[in-house]
């Protein structure tokens, strides 16, 4: 139940901390004295809109802060995965507004988003403004409370997620035909591309390979010669390197060196024995030396002649290779990429595009078929939906007229209206609430028959039956007894005096009738103070509470008979 509620800087409220009971409660006051003031605080904790507005001292932020106490263990689970503290079944639910329009949310005192805060607070209380009695015309709150009725969350659920499978399939077909339709009208020119690319038939490194090759053979005359020519100057006969590198190991091979040897070179002879020394190498060795130089000189010489003999001046395939590369930067240019190598990838993306487009055709039947397997499946799952809520429409019916009738309705007949329309996110179901509230009347939509009074009767006689439903802890009624009066009115109080008894009811109220049932009362009142007018509420004491109520029977000049019809009315009830 709201145990406690604290409003700070919010409108004509400056301060206001009151205390609640359980049973029913009283709120009174005249018009305009901020009876709607209390409710739209209310309403904040709620996820209503936060105005900067409201702000009453124009500086501070405005506060608006409710405990809840007895909550019922089954929410525990929602505390827990919004990793909020489970204070044994109690709950501060806060909302702040700056300035500058900035608004918190706080649970136990934790910053939260809004959507966690309302999510909590719906399961908490109920605020039934004058405004919810329009909203019962909407198809959707009227379908929402069969809902309630049939008790149908699990079907509704399983509806769902067969639902959201069902759009996600119709979207990747609407996708894909439009990719195909989209890809079809370029596949022509990306066919003709790729039948290019293919005839080019580019190869990774190809274009340079032959850029080398056209270098090779643009020059290859010039080659031959060089090379020719550097061999001639090794090996030429008479002139050649190697001819004279010859005289000069025939002129050295006969020469005794021993000449040439040091001190040390004689003394390790005479230690050795001529016949060692002779097996150790003899410096400077110029025999040796020059017969090797002789060697690897030959075999440069037989390597330049081999290659001189190998290059043959190729017109015909110069001609090929310069071709080859014309294609190549012809077609770098003409398909717009950076260089050859994003010719390749160029041919492979287009490839893969056209086999796309091929076998997306033979994929579509595929996702059609299991699109249309899908709707089959949905068109199951919704009348099981469509059952479950003509079950309860007839249950809710006779519920409601059972209910509404004592109170002055007593020719009231309630039915429920079924249109089959378009899937949708919450069925295939279409309702509309219909009433004659007349024996002659034929029955049609609430909206269009139905007067002030009857709609007040009929809200509150289904909030009766739904917030038992819904197991509601708390729930406000703002002025659900307009349009009524004497026995009626009566009766509407008797009702929610049944209701206290199972859950906290607070009622705003203009109706003697329905305030003497109270269990409790809070009259709310304006006050003008030095440059400004602020709203206050107080809990009425039992004098208070009688002249309070006698004041609302009379007017502002309470009589003696006045006072007496309200002690007559409050007997009993205190």
Not at 19 to 33: M, R, S, Y
Not at 81 to 91: C, H, I, Q, T
Not at 409 to 417: A, I
Not at 466 to 477: D, E, K, Q, V, W
Request: hydrophobic share 40%; proline share 2%.
């Amino acid at each position: 139940m709201l145990e406690k509620l604290t409003i700070r800087n919010y409108a004509l409220i400056d301060s206001l901390e009151l205390d609640f009971h359980d049973g029913l409660t009283i709120l009174t006051g005249e018009t305009g004295a901020g009876k709607s003031i209390m409710l739209g605080a209310l309403s904040l904790l709620l996820g209503g809109r936060a105005d900067t507005r409201v702000i009453s001292d124009g500086g501070s932020k405005s506060i608006v802060e409710a405990l809840f106490t007895g909550i019922d263990e089954g929410l525990k689970e929602y505390f827990d995965r919004n990793d909020l503290e489970w204070n044994g079944g109690e709950a501060i639910v806060r909302r702040e507004i700056a300035q500058n329009g900035r608004s918190r949310a706080f649970i136990n005192d934790r910053p939260v988003t809004l959507g966690i805060l309302s999510q909590l607070a719906e399961q908490l209380i109920d605020i039934h403004s004058q405004h919810a009695n329009a909203r019962i015309n909407d198809p959707q709150v009227q379908l929402e409370i069969i809902d309630v009725i049939a008790d149908n969350e699990s079907l509704r659920k399983d509806y769902l997620e067969e639902f959201a499978a069902y759009i996600n399939l119709r979207s990747r077909i609407h996708r894909m035909r439009e990719s195909i339709e989209k890809a079809k009208e370029n596949s022509e020119f990306m066919r003709f591309q790729l039948e290019q690319l293919n005839k080019l038939n580019p190869k990774k490194g190809e274009l340079e390979q032959i850029e080398a090759r056209f270098e090779l053979l643009s020059d290859a005359d010039e080659i031959k010669e060089r090379m020719s020519a550097a061999a001639s100057l090794i090996g030429g006969y008479d002139e050649g390197i190697l001819d004279r590198l010859g005289e000069a190991k025939s002129l050295i091979s006969g020469m005794d060196m021993r000449m040439f040897e040091g001190p040390d070179d004689a003394d390790r002879r005479e230690e050795d024995g001529e016949e060692n020394a002779r097996e150790e190498e003899r410096p400077p060795r110029m025999a040796e030396r020059l017969d090797s130089a002789f060697i690897e000189l030959k075999d440069i010489y037989e390597t330049l002649s081999d290659y001189a003999a190998s290059i043959e001046s190729d017109p015909m395939a110069l001609a090929k290779a310069s071709s080859r590369m014309n294609a190549y930067y012809e077609a770098v240019k003409r398909f717009r990429v950076k260089n050859a190598e994003e010719l390749v990838t160029l041919r492979d993306e287009l490839s893969e595009k056209l086999l796309s487009i091929d076998e997306g055709d033979s994929e579509l039947p595929e996702l059609e078929k299991a699109y249309k397997a899908k709707g089959k499946v949905l068109k199951e799952r919704a009348d099981l939906l469509t059952a479950s809520r003509h079950h309860a429409a007839e249950e809710f019916a006779a519920l409601l007229n059972d209910t509404a009738r004592p109170l002055g309705l007593k020719n009231m007949e309630f039915s429920v209206g079924f249109q089959l329309g378009k899937l949708s996110s919450s069925g295939q179901d279409r309702v509309e609430f219909l009433c004659a509230f007349n024996k002659n009347q034929s029955a049609g939509p609430v909206a269009k028959i139905a007067s002030g009074g009857e709609i007040s009767r009929l809200m509150l006689s289904m909030k009766r039956i739904l917030a038992s439903r819904m197991n509601l802890p708390t729930i406000i009624f703002d002025e659900v007894d307009t349009g009524v009066s004497g026995e009626i009115a009566d009766k509407m109080g008797d009702m929610m005096v049944e209701m206290s008894r199972s859950m906290q009811v607070l009622t705003i109220t203009h109706l003697p009738q329905v305030a003497a049932k109270g269990r409790s009362h809070f009259k709310v009142y304006k006050n003008d103070g030095a440059g400004r007018t602020n709203t206050h509420v107080r809990e009425l004491k039992e004098e208070e509470r009688i002249r309070e109520i006698a004041g609302m029977m009379s007017g502002s000049n309470v009589s003696d008979a006045a006072l007496d019809n309200a002690r007559t009315l409050l007997k009993g009830d205190l």
